[in-house]
């Protein structure tokens, strides 16, 4: 065998082997995102293409230092004492100061075979902290106020949700809320992401939350179930309620806008007994401190509480709104009727209900004494710009 021979066949053993070495075993391949910040803890998502154990590093951002300027702190995902193996992540950050911005970077660790004696691992993948270093601010419940963007219903419409948030910036704001219906339905991961999370992780989700309230198209499908382990509050629900600046916010989860046993849905769901659930927890938010204390109240829900409605809606009404108006709720924000509308107190309520479109954007701007709403649609049509006074 000549010498050139054996050097080519080296060649083509060491190299291919020290190409897979020198690469991530395994890819993120959504995210990260922000969810469930407050003052003092935030929780980060993202999906790797393979099973990791999954982590967060963070450092606080303070003039004239980096990342590296102490050890960073590390948050992992975990539960019953076990390091989570999975290809979604969610780690909460928690031990946080208020009012804070912190560096963060996202890492992952294939586990090539979860054996139950040493488990095979493979290489760490992480985001870049060097050339575009992740950021998150802690919120202050106590700051005197608050601008927020809404839009809603888009159903997988990602050039319509470029440029509605385009008319208002996210980085311009303190709060992005999605107000349900941004997916069509459900069926695998992917419909998540390719609706709307993918757009909205290259905007702003990497450095800037978004609330979520959960539309009745969100209850679709295959893998509709696991929708809550993508954007669920803070209490593992889709009905939760915190506070910001001067509004203490109450995020519902209408249900479907039918009957439980209307043939659509096969006999597969129950918002019925959902919905008293919902109101045993409503009954008592409108007793918590938090909530009486507040400047403002909102409550946000997909579908609208007015008159006239659908089932569901009507479902709303009977269970929910007799809480709320003993709670002396200042403003409902929704959407999912695809066309815009306004409600003034002491028609279908005791409190105005805004419903935003699917073609427009919302914008409000709180402090101590006053609540300010714009509706402006996408061809920049003011619908409504309207001063809700402090009662």
């Known amino acids: ?14 190299f291919p082997l020290y190409a897979i070495a020198g690469q991530p075993s395994a890819q993120i391949t959504h995210g990260p995102y922000l969810q469930n910040l407050s003052e003092d803890e935030v929780t980060v998502v993202w999906a790797t293409d393979k099973p990791c154990k999954s982590w967060v590093e963070f450092s606080k951002k303070e003039a004239g230092k980096s990342f590296y300027s102490q050890p960073p702190r590390k ?41 139950a004696y040493r488990p095979v691992m493979g290489s760490v993948v992480s985001t870049d902290i060097w050339k575009k270093p992740l950021t998150f601010t802690t919120l202050d419940n106590h700051r005197e106020t608050l601008s927020m963007v809404m839009v809603n219903d ?11 948030l385009g008319m208002a910036p996210p980085q311009d704001f303190d709060m992005v809320l999605f107000c349900g219906d941004m997916c069509s339905h459900i069926n695998r991961q992917n419909d998540i992401f ?14 800037k939350p978004f609330v979520y309230a959960r539309g009745n198209h969100e209850t679709r499908g295959a893998y509709a179930r696991n929708f809550s382990r993508y954007f669920a509050g803070p209490n593992g629900k889709f009905y939760y309620a915190f506070t910001y600046g001067p509004v203490r916010f109450i995020v519902l989860d209408c249900g479907e806008d039918k009957p439980d046993t209307d043939v659509e849905y096969s006999g597969l769901i129950d918002f019925d007994s959902y919905m008293l659930e919902q109101k045993d927890w409503l009954s008592r938010e409108i007793d918590n401190p938090e909530f009486k204390n507040a400047s403002y109240r909102v409550v946000i829900s997909h579908m609208p509480f007015t008159k006239g ?7 709303l009404r009977e269970q929910l709104l007799p809480l709320l108006e003993q709670a002396q709720i ?3 924000l929704s959407g999912h009727e695809h066309a815009f509308g306004f409600t003034d107190k002491g028609n279908a309520a005791s409190f105005p209900i805004i419903v935003n479109s699917n073609n427009s954007v919302l914008t409000l701007f709180a402090s101590n004494h006053s609540l300010k709403v714009q509706v402006k649609q996408e061809d920049g049509k003011i619908l409504l710009e309207k001063e809700f006074q402090k009662q």
């Open 1 to 14: 065998m000549t010498k050139k021979l054996i050097i080519a066949i080296v060649a083509g053993i060491v």
């Open 75 to 115: 948050a992992y995902a975990s539960q019953d004492g076990l390091y989570c193996v999975d290809t979604l992540h969610r780690v909460t950050v928690k031990g946080l100061e208020k009012n804070t911005t912190y560096f963060y970077r996202v890492l992952s660790q294939e586990v090539k075979e979860l054996r």
């Open 154 to 164: 888009i159903h997988g419409n990602n050039e319509l949700q470029k440029k509605l």
């Open 194 to 207: 390719t609706s709307f999370l993918n757009t909205s992780i290259e905007l702003f989700a990497t450095q």
């Open 309 to 315: 409605g659908w089932y569901g809606s009507e479902r």
């Open 330 to 332: 200042d403003l409902m």
